[in-house]
């Protein structure tokens, strides 16, 4: 089976701070997300990646960054944490191949900006 | 932009049939409609995609209209197990990135 491994279920920072939020997928997956899930707005893509060191802007990327070193590790990072970026961040990954490929999710980081 | 509509909540009594539907109006013709759930503090799992038939897997049937505009995913006998939240999604053009709605949260009752 399909895992993505995200590094934290629960995190607490301080406003200011730089925030790394770390994802790991084993299938060898070309694609790689970074969403946040907030009460009554659903998921929202944040950024994603095809490739190694590619990334592309998703449906909110202000005040985030991301990085893709390896083709298994996606790091989404919050240059200086705000309290309105308390929120679940959830991580998922796909391959790219003729016919339908779905998205696998991880459980998801719980952050609190303090 | 690819956008889907489905109800806030529906409700449904443990045993029965459950129909879920959603409105992608602007999906194109060639993408497929996938469907995710999302159990208590997990991350959304794949439920099932079609394109243009029914389709029909362990986990639940699609039914797509004609002109791809709607679809329904019906759970043919819930249990307490199916309550989640339901996401009816499709690929916004010709990446790989996926438009979520708010989904539908399923109340399965006793």
């Known amino acids: 089976d399909v895992k993505v491994t995200q590094s934290s279920r629960y995190l607490v920072k301080r406003t200011g701070e730089k925030v790394f939020l770390e994802c790991v997928q084993d299938?060898?997956?070309?694609?790689m997300f970074w969403y946040r899930q907030d009460p009554g707005l659903g998921l929202r893509l944040i950024y994603f990646?095809?490739?190694?060191?590619?990334?592309e802007k998703g449906d909110i990327p202000e005040g985030y960054s991301v990085s893709r070193e390896k083709k298994e590790r996606f790091s989404l990072i919050l240059e200086s944490a705000s309290t309105n970026q308390t929120s679940m961040y959830l991580c998922?990954?796909?391959?790219?191949?003729?016919?339908?490929?779905?998205?696998?999710f991880g459980d998801g980081t719980r952050l609190s900006i303090l | 932009d690819a956008k889907t509509t489905q109800p806030n909540s529906m409700e449904s009594n443990e045993e029965e049939p459950v129909h879920l539907p959603c409105n992608h109006s602007t999906i194109s013709g060639t993408d497929y409609i996938h469907w995710y759930r999302q159990l208590p503090s997990q991350g959304p799992e794949y439920v099932i995609h079609?394109?243009?038939s029914n389709v029909n897997n362990r986990m639940a049937s699609l039914a797509i209209a004609e002109d791809r505009k709607s679809s329904t995913l019906i759970l043919h006998r819930a249990t307490l197990r199916d309550a989640a939240v339901y996401y009816c999604?499709?690929?916004?053009?010709?990446?790989?990135?996926?438009?979520f709605g708010k989904g539908t949260k399923l109340t399965v009752n006793p």
């Open positions: 299938m060898d997956h070309e694609n």
């Open positions: 990646s095809y490739d190694v060191k590619m990334k």
């Open positions: 998922a990954s796909s391959s790219t191949g003729t016919g339908f490929q779905p998205q696998h």
């Open positions: 079609g394109l243009t």
């Open positions: 999604t499709g690929r916004e053009g010709g990446s790989e990135k996926l438009v």
